[in-house]
């Protein structure tokens, strides 16, 4: 069975870092491109940050762009999302989800595999 995991939410201060993890059972996540999003309060949800099989390209959402690092662990069949400086503007419940083409956008077009979602709350 194909599942997606998400981790690594919690509260946090503003100006820290917090690590997301996506992990993936029965299937591997290398063969995949990921992609994270999140859904803020009473807003849609939106593209984070995604990362291409294959070393495809990496996107980033401008307001995360240069503060965040998304990246793969093979050997755990995982993919993270490290976020600093984080504000109480990235407050939401993030995902990750898969598919199986290359990240041309942060759009929700063509990722057919999601998790639950893990809960990020930024305050002091």
């Known amino acids: 069975q194909v599942r997606i995991v998400e981790s690594g939410g919690g509260l946090v201060q503003p100006g820290g870092s917090l690590r997301l993890s996506c992990s993936g059972s029965g299937f591997g996540m290398d063969y995949w491109s990921i992609g994270w999003f999140r859904q803020a309060p009473g807003k849609e949800r939106e593209g984070v940050s995604c990362?291409?099989?294959?070393?495809?390209?990496?996107l980033y959402q401008e307001s995360v762009k240069g503060r965040s690092t998304i990246s793969r662990d093979s050997a755990k069949n995982a993919v993270y999302l490290q976020i600093d400086n984080l504000t109480p503007e990235d407050t939401a419940v993030y995902f990750c989800a898969g598919q199986f083409h290359l990240c041309s956008d942060l759009t929700e077009v063509g990722f057919g595999t999601w998790g639950q979602g893990t809960q990020v709350t930024v305050s002091s």
């Open positions: 990362i291409s099989k294959n070393d495809g390209p990496k």
